[in-house]
Nanobody
Framework: QVQLVESGGGLVQAGGSLRLSCAASGRTFSRTFSSYAMGWFRQAPGKEREFVAAISGTKNTYYADSVKGRFTISRDNAKNTVYLQMNSLSPEDSAVYYC????????????????????WGQGTQVTVSS
């Protein structure tokens, strides 16, 4: 079993920055954190959960068009932690942000499809005021 705990959310003014963290613990039978693809998703009230960013086990990164150039995903395998640095935030970025782990995908890949991820955190609220 893998447990994911997000932190770093909060209230920020438009144009500001936040860094989200997601700490992983536990492991699957055959793989450890460094081999998981990790993703960030978000869900605003009344909207579907949407892909934000993902990073593969080999640190290939993928971004939604809406955050490209503003958000950066990274991972520290020594700390079993994945980060999401969010800059130039706008009210449209307000949502609950979820961290997710895909423990079955190949090392060099990560997907934007939330159904592929098999472990999820509880989420952290990000609110951007105008």
């Amino acid at each position: 079993q893998v447990q994911l705990v997000e932190s770093g959310g909060g209230l920020v003014q438009a144009g500001g920055s936040l860094r989200l963290s997601c700490a992983a613990s536990g492991r699957t039978f055959s793989r450890t954190f460094s081999s998981y693809a990790m993703g960030w998703f978000r869900q605003a009230p009344g909207k579907e959960r949407e892909f934000v960013a993902a990073i593969s086990g080999t640190k290939n990164t993928y971004y939604a068009d809406s955050v490209k150039g503003r958000f950066t995903i990274s991972r520290d395998n020594a700390k079993n932690t994945v980060y999401l640095q969010m800059n130039s935030l706008s009210p449209e970025d307000s949502a609950v942000y979820y961290c997710a782990a895909d423990t079955t995908i190949s090392l060099d890949k990560a997907t934007m499809y939330y159904s592929q991820y098999d472990y999820w955190g509880q989420g952290t609220q990000v609110t951007v005021s105008s």
